[in-house]
């Protein structure tokens, strides 16, 4: 089983930055691909960005290419997401998800383990 932990979430004026983490336990972490989704209130859930298990494949979502980026370190059983210039439309709560897989997937219920999530609010 496989416990997955974000953290770095908060309250950032547009334009800034925040780094959110995503620290797994109880599982080989570097067997998984892991990908950051979001959801707003209202909204559907929405994917954000993915990284292979490697670390050397990602994706992003059209609306956040270009400003976020997702790296791992597997030593330190992280999943990382640097998220700069928020627009007020990256609120929503993110959450980290792990699949046992080569190869990463945007897909919602291809990820076996998701995250509680993390709170991100950008205010305009």
């Known amino acids: 089983q496989v416990q997955l932990v974000e953290s770095g979430g908060g309250l950032v004026q547009a334009g800034g930055s925040l780094r959110l983490s995503c620290a797994a336990s109880g599982g080989t972490f570097s067997t998984y691909a892991m990908g950051w989704f979001r959801q707003a209130p209202g909204k559907e859930r929405e994917s954000v960005a993915h990284?292979?298990?490697?670390?050397?494949?990602?994706f992003y979502a059209n609306s956040v290419k270009g400003r976020f980026s997702i790296s791992r370190d597997n030593a330190k059983n992280t999943v990382y997401l640097q998220m700069n210039s928020l627009k007020a439309e990256d609120t929503a709560v993110y959450f980290c998800?792990?699949?046992?897989?080569?190869?990463?997937?945007?897909?919602?219920?291809?990820?076996?383990?998701y995250g509680q999530g993390t709170q991100v609010t950008v205010s305009s």
């Open positions: 998800a792990a699949k046992f897989s080569v190869t990463l997937s945007t897909t919602y219920n291809a990820y076996a383990y």
């Open positions: 990284i292979s298990r490697s670390g050397g494949s990602t």
